[in-house]
């Protein structure tokens, strides 16, 4: 009677070995099933590529003064639950500036990156709202996961230094075709938003 105690103990030890490695809880849902979402925000300093330490994460009503920042040229990226690729991240930005652009490659950056390279931007001094929302499939596709919302504004202390303006990764805008039947334009990269990052909108009424 010992022994079949012992065999029946060890053998209940296997299956519960068995679904701790298999990540289940009691519902019976793994853990790789939860889906993303965004737990705060960093700001990068595009000159230096680098996080700007007193902003990583970027508390909530954050005053940034671009003015500090060599080139004021910046970006933000989104600091998510998983920290790694798992589909896309849209990014929507409304107040003194406005946009909404699509990341389906992580680092999620909100102005893109290219090969690990950060694109710079400069905000013009104004308040705004950055919203991330993470979805399981590219394309903003897929199950959307949790958004995070950041208020902050933008305040420039030094109006008189120049811009960075050379380090923008983004493609001149192109003339439209004079032709009744133009050839159609190269597909933009989902990382573009016009008007936003051409500065469109920032032209004084």
Do not use: H
């Amino acid at each position: 009677m010992m022994q079949i105690s012992k065999c029946l103990s060890g053998a209940a030890a296997v299956w519960l070995a068995a679904g701790l490695a298999w990540g289940q809880n009691e519902g019976g849902a793994s853990a790789d099933d939860a889906l993303p979402k965004v737990v705060s925000f960093t700001l990068i300093d595009a000159s230096t590529n680098e996080p700007v330490p007193e902003f990583d994460p970027v508390p909530e009503g954050a005053v940034i003064d671009i003015g500090k920042i060599p080139g004021k040229v910046i970006n933000f990226r989104a600091n998510t639950n998983p920290d790694r690729d798992f589909g896309s991240v849209r990014f929507q930005f409304s107040g003194a500036s406005s946009a909404s652009i699509i990341e389906s490659m992580y680092v999620w950056a909100a102005f893109g990156d290219k090969e690990g390279k950060y694109n710079a931007r400069t905000l013009k001094a104004g308040s705004y709202a950055l919203t991330a929302t993470p979805y399981t499939g590219n394309n903003a596709q897929g199950d959307l996961g949790e958004p995070l919302t950041l208020n902050f504004s933008i305040t420039d202390s030094n109006p008189s230094a120049p811009t960075a303006t050379e380090t923008y990764n983004f493609p001149p805008k192109k003339p439209l075709a004079p032709s009744p039947s133009p050839t159609p334009a190269p597909r933009k990269s989902q990382k573009e938003s016009i008007g936003f990052l051409y500065g469109q909108d920032e032209t004084e009424e």
